[in-house]
C-alpha cells in the first residue's frame, strides 16, 4: 500500500508564500491521479490542483493564478507552491496519491 506524507505547512500573514511537498513510498510517479487537496474547519474537503502522469496540471478557481503544483522525479516528490496566501486559504492540506491519502498538513494564514 502506498504511504504518503506531506510537509511544508505553517503559520504566514497574508500576502506570502509557503511550499508544500508530498512524498510517498513507491514511485510517486507511477500513480495516474496525484493531487492536492484541503479541508477548513467545519468545511468539506475540496479539490485544489492536480497533476496528471503526462505532467498537465489543473486547478480549482480559487487558486487559479496563486498556486502552482508540479513534480520532481528525482526526489520522487509533487510540490504545490502556494503564492499569495489569504485567510481563506486556510486549512489542513492533503496529498492524494492514487487512492492513498496523507495525514495532512496544517497551513495557517493570518496576521
Known amino acids: 500500500q502506498v504511504q504518503v506524507v506531506e510537509s511544508g505547512g505553517g503559520l504566514v500573514e497574508p500576502g506570502e508564500s509557503l511550499r508544500l511537498s508530498c512524498a510517498a513510498s513507491?514511485?510517486?510517479?507511477?500513480?495516474?491521479?496525484i493531487a492536492w487537496y484541503r479541508q477548513a474547519p467545519g468545511k468539506q474537503r475540496e479539490f485544489v490542483a492536480q497533476?496528471?502522469?503526462?505532467?498537465?496540471?489543473g486547478y480549482a478557481d480559487s487558486v487559479e493564478g496563486r498556486f502552482a503544483i508540479s513534480r520532481d522525479s528525482a526526489s520522487n516528490a509533487v510540490y504545490l507552491q502556494m503564492n499569495s496566501l489569504k485567510p481563506d486559504d486556510t486549512a489542513t492540506y492533503y496529498c492524494?496519491?492514487?487512492?492513498?491519502w496523507g495525514q495532512g498538513t496544517q497551513v495557517t494564514v493570518s496576521s
Open positions: 513507491g514511485n510517486i510517479f507511477r500513480q495516474s491521479f
Open positions: 492524494r496519491v492514487g487512492n492513498a
Open positions: 497533476i496528471t502522469r503526462g505532467g498537465s496540471a
